[in-house]
């Protein structure tokens, strides 16, 4: 497990990297936020160890960064800010947990593990023989891996997260195309029929079906 810690006081980045070490963990360390979103953006890592104070870019500002570059890594928050209204703050940024300082350091390892594993559930979709790994844009249906475009693969993602469920028009435009907008095209039944093509055609039954009026909804319907 790699492991990026973000806090600007050097003996801390130094304490928490040699005990999670020797918990097993693979730890790069960042003393600030402009450090960090470098670090991030040209390496893997599996975990962010994030804190609020930073010099120059705040804790907020690498959060939303990530966010907005659709980086998809778990963050913990780790402060010595403790008021409600700033834990409520950084778990509503898409933070996965919020610890303050100081800490028992087995809580800290035991908060990663447990992260860990919510994130790994939420990155392995399957809906029927349908598989998806969202961190290696992978998808297989059955023993065939299917080549999907970004935009494909997009569109795929927002209907698995929500299996079951229908899903908009309008929410689609706003997942996968970013448009808070009708922009008066029919891209959304465009992609769905080549989604269609490549993840329905060559099977017996298909997993995208449509709701007339209100959507599509991705559904393994036996």
């Known amino acids: 497990m790699r492991i990026l810690i973000v806090d600007d006081d050097p003996k801390y980045r130094a304490f928490v990297a040699r005990g999670l070490s020797e ?19 040209s390496e893997s890592y599996d975990l962010v160890l994030l804190d609020v104070m930073l ?5 907020w500002d690498v959060m939303e960064a990530l966010r907005a570059r659709n980086v998809d890594v778990p963050v913990i928050w780790v402060t010595a800010r403790d008021a409600i209204d700033e834990r409520v703050k950084g778990l509503r940024m898409g933070g996965d947990d919020y610890i ?10 035991a908060r990663i593990h447990v992260v860990m594993r919510h994130h790994r559930a939420r990155t392995d979709l399957r809906v029927g023989d349908l598989a998806i790994d969202i961190v290696e844009s ?3 249906r059955g023993n065939r ?19 079951g469920e229908t899903v908009s028009r309008t929410v689609l435009l706003q997942t ?22 490549k993840l329905d055609d060559p099977f017996e ?7 007339r009026g ?6 393994d319907r036996g």
Not at 55 to 59: R, T
Not at 151 to 158: Q, S
Not at 205 to 211: A, G, M, Q, R
Not at 214 to 219: D, H, N, P, R, S
Request: aromatic content about 6%.
């Open 145 to 163: 891996e299917l080549r999907l475009t970004r935009t494909e693969f997009g569109l795929l993602r927002c209907l698995a997260e929500n299996a």
């Open 100 to 109: 303050v300082k100081p800490f028992a350091f087995a809580e800290l390892v």
């Open 176 to 197: 996968v195309w970013g448009l808070d907008f009708d922009p008066g095209t029919n891209v959304v039944e465009v992609h769905v029929r080549r989604l269609r093509k």
């Open 55 to 59: 010099p120059g870019l705040q804790g």
């Open 23 to 41: 918990s097993g963990m693979v730890c790069a360390t960042a003393p600030d936020g402009e450090t960090a979103l470098e670090r991030l953006g």
């Open 214 to 219: 209100a959507g599509y909804v991705l559904e």
């Open 205 to 211: 039954k298909p997993l995208v079906h449509t709701e």
């Open 138 to 140: 992978r998808v297989t």
